[in-house]
């Protein structure tokens, strides 16, 4: 079982980055997926939830109206768009099932600065 | 928005009993997850659905909740379980993490 993020990196406050989720080894569109995010220093933030076909979505209170979750079952991967960026956004991103079977990526860091 | 409150910091000596809380008022109909999470790696689920044990996850761990507590003990803690845990649940409109609690075994 594997997942990998990618496409974090150094961002201007106000800019935007798509960050995706890659998975093998378990049946990707059999699970709803999850984004978490961790600033330095700082405990765990549930960030966004989509169900398995996408009919359920859901977002935590400090990213709704600027984060959009997506994913593609034939591609067996997971995207979070990030527009509207702060400073307050710079953390490590985790893509993560959060559920009995669970399975974490190892997370890719976004920087939001000027 | 929901909270869910954790202890920042519980501290025991080896073998003792650590017991970390987390206080929600939903608690009652929502189950509770545990994370555990070492300095720099991924968390990882030592306990699911307030009681349940994941496979690999030492007999040490266990869950309970009663109201609008859930509790994860741990049986004669080891030097390796020094960690940040964090319990995961859902509220009326999503779900959240506990603000952490540092256990340290010495």
Redesign the interface.
């Known amino acids: 079982v594997e997942l990998v993020e990618s496409g974090g990196g150094l961002v201007q406050p106000g800019g935007s980055l798509r960050l995706s989720c890659a998975a093998s080894g378990f049946t990707f569109s059999s699970f709803g997926m999850?984004w978490?995010r961790q600033a330095p220093g700082k405990?765990?933030?549930?960030l966004s939830?989509i169900g398995s076909r996408s009919s359920t979505i859901?977002?935590?209170?400090s990213v709704k109206g600027r984060f959009t979750i997506s994913r593609d079952n034939a591609r067996n991967s997971l995207y979070l768009q990030m527009n509207s960026l702060r400073a307050e956004d710079t953390a490590v991103y985790?893509c993560?099932t959060?559920?009995?079977d669970?399975y974490?990526?190892?997370?890719t860091l976004v920087t939001v600065s000027s | 928005s929901y909270e869910l409150t954790q202890p920042p910091s519980v501290s025991v000596s080896p073998g003792q009993t650590a017991r970390i809380t987390c206080s929600g008022d939903a608690l009652p109909k929502k189950y509770a997850f545990w994370y555990q999470q070492k300095s720099g790696q991924a968390p990882v689920l030592v306990i699911y659905e307030d009681t349940k044990r994941p496979s690999g996850i030492p007999g040490r761990f266990s869950g309970s909740s009663s109201g609008t507590m859930a509790t994860l003990t741990i049986t004669g803690a080891h030097v390796e379980d020094e960690a940040d845990y964090y319990c995961f649940s859902g509220g009326s409109s999503g779900w959240v993490f506990g603000g952490g609690t540092k256990l340290t075994v010495l």
């Open positions: 999850n978490v405990g765990l933030e549930w939830y859901s977002y935590g209170d985790y993560a959060l559920a009995s669970d974490w990526g190892q997370g």
